[in-house]
């Protein structure tokens, strides 16, 4: 079956440090890889998607960037965080629906 | 861009009554999805519409479309207080690769 892991769970980081957000799917190969930020009591937004090794598309690039280093691993990265960076970080991957990781909920402070 | 709206934005029930949920869209589409997000967790994927089809059911959920006014809604019937969620609808995008979310409705069942 196939399972997608994000982690972690929780972040708090400081303005202008660096971010890593690593997603891994199993079970499936060549998925559709996504990630969308949520802000508090909001809807979701798609940042970065992604169909295939080194295929990023940008929907929002802002102060974020994506990299798909491998087949079944999607990367969600900053140079310099922002206090608006803060949000929750979902991972999906499809291709029938979405399937979402559990989340990270960043706090740039 | 996102594509779905839904409506209304919160919605309070008693356990037991049927709640009902709105979305629209504002270009053609593949397919509609909708989804659940229990608060502070992932969402998890509820039932997926094609544009060719007008309703569909899963156990308690009852999803229609209505491609000529570019609208879909979820209804859940016999609401339970585990119901109490955030709910979603989801449309692709152009390439068919991306997927818009609108804001969601916000349902609070009342035991």
């Known amino acids: 079956s196939q399972t997608i892991h994000q982690w972690p769970a929780t972040l708090v980081q400081p303005v202008g440090s660096p971010l890593s957000l690593e997603c891994t799917v199993e079970?499936?190969?060549?998925?559709?890889l996504y990630w969308y930020r949520q802000a508090a009591g909001r809807g979701l937004q798609l940042l970065f998607y992604?169909?295939?090794?080194?295929?990023i598309s940008s929907e929002v690039p802002q102060n974020l960037s994506a990299s798909r280093p491998q087949d079944r691993q999607f990367i969600l990265s900053s140079k310099k965080l922002l206090l608006s960076d803060s949000g929750f970080y979902l991972c999906a991957w499809a291709p029938y629906g979405y399937t979402f990781g559990s989340g990270t909920r960043l706090t740039v402070v | 861009s996102q594509q779905g709206e839904e409506d209304p934005q919160a919605l309070s029930i008693q356990e037991g009554e049927n709640a009902t949920m709105n979305c629209s869209y504002k270009t053609s589409i593949n397919n509609l999805q909708w989804y659940r997000q229990n608060s502070g967790r992932g969402l998890v994927h509820l039932i997926l519409i094609r544009s060719n089809e007008r309703e569909k059911h899963s156990g308690r959920l009852r999803v229609t479309l209505d491609t000529s006014k570019k609208s879909s809604s979820l209804l859940i019937t016999a609401s339970r207080a585990a119901d109490t969620a955030s709910y979603f609808c989801?449309?692709?995008?152009?390439?068919?690769?991306?997927?818009?979310f609108g804001t969601g409705t916000s349902l609070t069942v009342i035991p």
């Open positions: 079970g499936t190969s060549n998925p559709n």
């Open positions: 989801a449309t692709a995008g152009n390439t068919g690769n991306q997927f818009y």
């Open positions: 992604s169909v295939g090794i080194g295929q």
